[in-house]
């Protein structure tokens, strides 16, 4: 019997952790990067990348891009790339603009023009809407926010739902924050884990600021199961949030430090016009629970305590 094919679109920490799902199910994965010589360290870190096909791919190269479906016919294609910051797309505004719109543009192009039935999936960040009452969900507004990073995504989202209408199966993913080990160490979690660990003082920013977390392994579990399903625009998180002082007090507490004394504000470190809450709607679970039968089981606390342990 012929193994599914799935063509995971970027090299990045949900790629690696959806990978070794799919592993698990006996499907194949081919993993595509600017650099075919890249050292992909998340996927050694998991002990999967003697599993994994490793492409080359210009996702600005629309020839490449048919060439590499054609060439193994996946039944699913997860677009996970593009510049990842929020801070740093102010810089990379080319980057960020070409990774998270252009090139879902060139997918969308060669899948509607060669009429191809591979399932697409476009992930994108919660930070694209507007909270309405502290929470988002699927019909909220859109942010009125002139980030690089935010407006890539918003054009690349509005995309997929102007395609779909090609008769295409696409799906837009909304997540919030995704944490693991292997994040990079500036990420504001493992940042404090790893201060703590160290005993070290760590300089901030707003830390009176709401956010959702979740757990990378759990959403590639949740990413999975929505992908065995019809084509929708759904939001992925555990809907549970911490605060930035609750992170610091929680992340220090796990060496019995006292993180009152170590840590100090830098307003250099703060975003101007930042939503003070940014938080899934608990009811965007409900798809999973009732129809998938999946809930988040790790959040908060847990899930510090899982970070600090596995640095």
Request: proline residues 2%; hydrophobic residues 35%.
């Given at each position: 019997?012929?193994?599914?094919?799935?063509l995971?679109?970027?090299?990045?920490?949900?790629?690696?952790?959806?990978?070794?799902?799919?592993?698990?199910?006996?499907?194949?994965?081919?993993?595509?990067?600017?650099?075919?010589?890249?050292?992909?360290?998340?996927?050694?870190?998991?002990?999967?990348?003697?599993?994994?096909?490793?492409?080359?791919?210009?996702?600005?190269?629309?020839?490449?891009?048919?060439?590499?479906?054609?060439?193994?016919?996946?039944?699913?294609?997860?677009?996970?790339?593009?510049q990842?910051?929020?801070?740093?797309?102010?810089?990379?505004?080319?980057?960020?603009?070409?990774?998270?719109?252009?090139?879902?543009?060139?997918?969308?192009?060669?899948?509607?023009?060669?009429?191809?039935?591979?399932?697409?999936?476009?992930?994108?960040?919660?930070?694209?809407?507007?909270?309405?009452?502290?929470?988002?969900?699927?019909?909220?507004?859109?942010?009125?926010?002139?980030n690089?990073?935010?407006?890539?995504?918003?054009?690349?989202?509005?995309?997929?739902?102007?395609?779909?209408?090609?008769?295409?199966?696409?799906?837009?993913?909304?997540?919030?924050?995704?944490?693991?080990?292997?994040?990079?160490?500036?990420?504001?979690?493992?940042?404090?884990?790893?201060?703590a660990?160290?005993?070290?003082?760590?300089?901030?920013?707003?830390?009176?600021?709401?956010?959702?977390?979740?757990?990378?392994?759990?959403?590639?579990?949740?990413?999975y199961?929505?992908?065995?399903?019809?084509?929708?625009?759904?939001?992925?998180?555990?809907?549970?949030?911490?605060?930035?002082?609750?992170?610091?007090?929680?992340?220090?507490?796990?060496?019995?430090?006292?993180?009152?004394?170590?840590?100090?504000?830098?307003?250099?470190f703060?975003?101007?016009?930042?939503?003070?809450?940014?938080?899934?709607?608990?009811?965007?679970n409900?798809?999973?629970?009732?129809?998938?039968?999946?809930?988040?089981?790790?959040?908060?606390?847990?899930?510090?305590?899982l970070?600090?342990?596995?640095?």
């Amino acid at each position: 019997m012929n193994k599914k094919v799935n063509l995971i679109i970027g090299s990045g920490v949900l790629g690696a952790y959806l990978s070794y799902v799919l592993l698990k199910k006996k499907e194949k994965v081919i993993v595509t990067s600017r650099n075919k010589k890249k050292n992909y360290k998340n996927y050694t870190f998991l002990k999967i990348h003697k599993k994994i096909k490793f492409e080359k791919l210009d996702i600005n190269d629309s020839n490449q891009i048919k060439k590499i479906i054609l060439k193994y016919k996946p039944e699913k294609i997860f677009y996970f790339a593009g510049q990842s910051s929020l801070i740093k797309s102010k810089n990379l505004k080319k980057e960020t603009y070409s990774s998270h719109y252009l090139g879902t543009k060139n997918f969308l192009s060669v899948l509607k023009k060669n009429k191809i039935k591979s399932k697409f999936f476009k992930s994108n960040s919660g930070y694209i809407f507007n909270p309405k009452k502290k929470m988002v969900n699927i019909n909220s507004n859109l942010a009125k926010n002139k980030n690089p990073y935010i407006v890539a995504q918003q054009k690349s989202y509005k995309l997929i739902k102007k395609y779909r209408k090609y008769n295409l199966n696409l799906f837009n993913l909304i997540f919030f924050q995704i944490e693991s080990p292997l994040r990079p160490n500036d990420f504001f979690i493992k940042k404090v884990c790893l201060h703590a660990k160290k005993r070290k003082k760590i300089l901030v920013g707003n830390i009176n600021t709401f956010r959702d977390y979740s757990w990378a392994p759990e959403i590639a579990k949740a990413v999975y199961l929505i992908s065995n399903t019809k084509p929708k625009d759904i939001i992925i998180s555990a809907g549970k949030s911490m605060s930035g002082l609750e992170i610091l007090k929680y992340g220090y507490k796990l060496n019995n430090l006292d993180y009152k004394k170590y840590y100090k504000i830098n307003k250099i470190f703060e975003r101007k016009n930042e939503n003070k809450y940014l938080i899934s709607d608990k009811k965007n679970n409900f798809f999973l629970k009732k129809k998938l039968k999946f809930s988040f089981k790790i959040y908060r606390q847990k899930l510090l305590r899982l970070m600090y342990q596995n640095i």
